[in-house]
């Protein structure tokens, strides 16, 4: 009797070894869940809107490439690089608030954004937006 409990027990064991073994090796699964929530953004929404929403950051994150809004709140960013956000293939939606610190825009910031719709930018330092002119989309409705 106590040699079955002890045997199912190694089974057991076995087969929950054997499952670590294979989430360790197997290659990150990227079509559903997002496996890496940039620190400081809260992905709550990422399953119905594939939505990232990052407060206070000082520095963009990597962003996941299934990203289809974003939200950048209460943000210290002095400038957005060129092609910050050239990976998010399918982004629609993109919104900046609330930072003062934000001077700049490369001139292809938002370069290769072929299916952004909707962009906000809203109380940011920028004294202006400049180089409309280098935002490329194929949407006809884009809206600024
Ligand atoms: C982009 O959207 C298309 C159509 O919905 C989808 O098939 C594709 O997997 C998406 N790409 C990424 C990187 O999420």
């Known amino acids: 009797m ?15 070894i054997r499952m670590f073994i294979l989430c360790i090796a197997s290659p990150v699964n990227t079509t ?16 119905s809107t594939k939505t990232v929403s990052c407060f206070e950051i000082d520095v963009l994150p ?15 960013l002095t400038s957005i690089s060129q092609d910050a956000f050239a990976n998010l293939i ?5 919104y900046i608030s609330d ?3 934000l001077r700049s825009l490369e001139r292809h ?3 290769k954004l072929p299916k952004a719709i909707h962009m ?4 940011t330092g920028l004294p202006s937006f400049p180089a409309l002119g280098q935002i490329h989309s194929s949407q006809d409705d884009f809206i600024l």
């Open 2 to 16: 106590s040699e079955d409990i002890h045997s199912v027990m190694y089974l057991k064991m076995n087969l929950i």
């Open 32 to 47: 559903d869940n997002i496996d890496v929530c940039p620190t400081s953004c809260d992905c709550t929404k990422w399953d």
């Open 62 to 76: 990597a962003f996941h490439p299934s990203t289809k809004e974003l939200w950048l709140v209460e943000t210290r």
């Open 90 to 94: 399918n982004i629609s939606h993109i």
């Open 99 to 101: 930072d003062e610190s």
């Open 109 to 111: 910031s938002f370069h």
């Open 120 to 123: 906000g930018i809203f109380n």
